[in-house]
C-alpha cells in the first residue's frame, strides 16, 4: 500500500530502497506525500523522481522541468527551500535533496 502511494506521485527505479531509506531514518511516507504537494506549487503538475544516494545518504528529488530559463528555476528553487523545505525538521531536511531536471 506505500509503495502505491510513492508510485503514485513519484517515478523510481525502486520503490523498496525508498522505504528502505525512510524507516532507516525515521522519516514518514507522508513527508514525501506532502513534499509532493509542495513541489507542484513551485513547479507545476510533475512526476518527480527519487532517487536514493549512499554516498551522502539523502534522497534526491529530481524535478522534471521544462519551458523555463535558468533564472526562473532558480529562482523557484530558491523560494521553494525558503518558504517550505528549509522549514522542515532539520533530521528531515538534512535527508532531502530537491534538485531540478532538464527535459
Known sequence: MINDQLQKYYETDNVNKVID????????????LELYC???KYFGRCRPT???DHSIKEIVI??????????????????FDKQYLL?????????????????
Open 21 to 32: 531509506f525512510l524507516v532507516e531514518n525515521q522519516i514518514e511516507v507522508n513527508t514525501l
Open 38 to 40: 509542495q513541489i507542484t
Open 50 to 52: 527519487l532517487f536514493i
Open 62 to 79: 529530481y524535478v522534471p522541468i521544462k519551458d523555463m530559463s535558468a533564472e526562473e528555476i532558480f529562482e523557484k528553487i530558491n523560494k
Open 87 to 103: 522549514n522542515l525538521p532539520t533530521k528531515i531536511f538534512s535527508k532531502i535533496c530537491v534538485a531540478p531536471k532538464f527535459c
